[in-house]
Nanobody, 125 residues
């Protein structure tokens, strides 16, 4: 069992930046594939970014590619999402997720085993 706690959300103007953090409990963080998802009001939860256990070859949704960067620090049990050039359409609750026993990529919410409580990101125009 792992617990995930997101932080770093807030209100920012369009064009601004935010850095989200997700702290994980436990001693097996380095064995999990990690991902960020988001859910806007009235919409389904969607994939944003993912990163493999080793931290290599991160992958992104087309809507954030070139603007967002996912990274992880296995020594600190933390995964980050650096968000630049934010747009109003990035407004959503952002969730951190962990997938056990996987060394590959995972793009779908159903592939993840553990979820954080979410952090609100609001981008004003």
């Amino acid at each position: 069992q792992v617990q995930l706690v997101e932080s770093g959300g807030g209100l920012v103007q369009a064009g601004g930046s935010l850095r989200l953090s997700c702290a994980a409990s436990g001693r097996t963080f380095s064995t999990y594939t990690m991902g960020w998802f988001r859910q806007a009001p009235g919409k389904e939860r969607e994939f944003v970014a993912g990163i493999r256990r080793s931290g290599g070859s991160p992958y992104y949704a087309d809507s954030v590619k070139g603007r967002f960067t996912i990274s992880r620090d296995n020594a600190e049990n933390t995964v980050y999402l650096q968000m630049n050039s934010l747009k109003p359409e990035d407004t959503a609750i952002y969730y951190c997720a962990a997938r056990r026993y996987s060394s590959g990529s995972a793009y779908f919410a159903g592939e993840y085993d553990y979820w954080g409580q979410g952090t609100q990101v609001t981008v004003s125009s």
